[in-house]
């Protein structure tokens, strides 16, 4: 089990169900962590405003028909 280093909540993840470099987020406290390894799952914080930066930017690319 992996829990949510902020609020240690249960994060449910599993090493089949993520991949490295994925991006998960805490269910309770909404704290965003990226995926460092996968065996065993180690969890880092998001930091700052680039993350959120590149999402807005993908969100713009997205099917505006």
Do not use: R
Request: charged share 40%; with cysteine; glycine share 10%.
């Amino acid at each position: 089990m992996v829990y949510c280093p902020e609020c240690d909540t249960n994060l449910d993840l599993e090493e089949d169900g993520i991949d490295e470099g994925e991006v998960v987020s805490c269910p309770e406290c909404g704290t965003e962590y990226e995926v460092v390894t996968i065996n065993p799952i180690e969890l880092k914080p998001v930091e700052g405003e680039g993350y959120e930066e590149e999402e807005e930017e993908e969100a713009e690319d997205g099917d505006f028909s």
